[in-house]
């Protein structure tokens, strides 16, 4: 199921893609190549959900544009914003958030510190990732695991993390 679910949403993308390039000429490789403004103008054109999906990605590639420009002028408010705001919008335009993710998202968002959350993964299950200020970390483990734990009878694994350097090529001597 979450495979063919999967697959159903790259079909769709495709299909949006297709409908871009369609419309606005050989320059639509993508929909990362669509601009927000010519989304706007066609949107109308394109059918559900095939208009959700291209709106979720093209939203998308702006939110991490924004986000790159958050954290290189340290501005983690904003970064957290941009991350409330994809999983709106993986959970209403791509649709591949599910109850369980969508509920250790709200929980998160009402415990102090927090500056934003959202799933991660391919979606259909799997966990969330959330930027927590870090004085408030360890309250913030316990809150969530109590009250995960006790609407939903399971216990949520927690792993504290912080930023580090990305891969890169080593040369070995």
């Known amino acids: ?4 679910e999967y697959n159903r949403r790259r079909e769709e993308c495709k299909r949006a893609t297709d409908f871009f390039t369609h419309r606005l000429g050989s ?4 929909l990362r190549d669509v601009t927000i403004e010519e989304f706007k103008q ?3 054109y394109l059918p559900e959900p095939i208009v959700r999906r291209a709106r979720h990605v093209i939203s998308e590639n702006y939110r991490v544009q924004a986000g790159v420009q958050a954290l290189r002028e340290g501005n983690f408010s904003t970064f957290g914003q941009l ?3 994809s999983h709106q919008s993986l959970k209403d335009d791509y649709e591949v958030s599910c109850d369980e993710l969508d509920l250790l998202v709200d ?3 009402k415990q102090e510190g927090v500056l934003g959350a959202r799933m991660t993964g391919a979606g259909f299950g799997g966990c969330t ?4 200020e870090k ?3 360890g309250a913030f483990k316990k809150s969530i695991k109590n009250k995960y734990k006790k609407i939903t009878g399971i216990n949520p694994d927690i792993y504290v993390t912080q930023p580090a350097e990305g ?3 080593l040369e070995l001597r």
């Open 83 to 85: 991350m409330i705001e």
């Open 42 to 44: 066609c949107q109308e």
């Open 1 to 4: 199921m979450v495979s063919s």
């Open 27 to 30: 320059k639509i490789r993508a």
């Open 135 to 137: 004085n408030y970390i």
């Open 129 to 132: 990732v959330n930027l927590i």
């Open 107 to 109: 929980l998160a968002l």
């Open 167 to 169: 891969a890169k090529v």
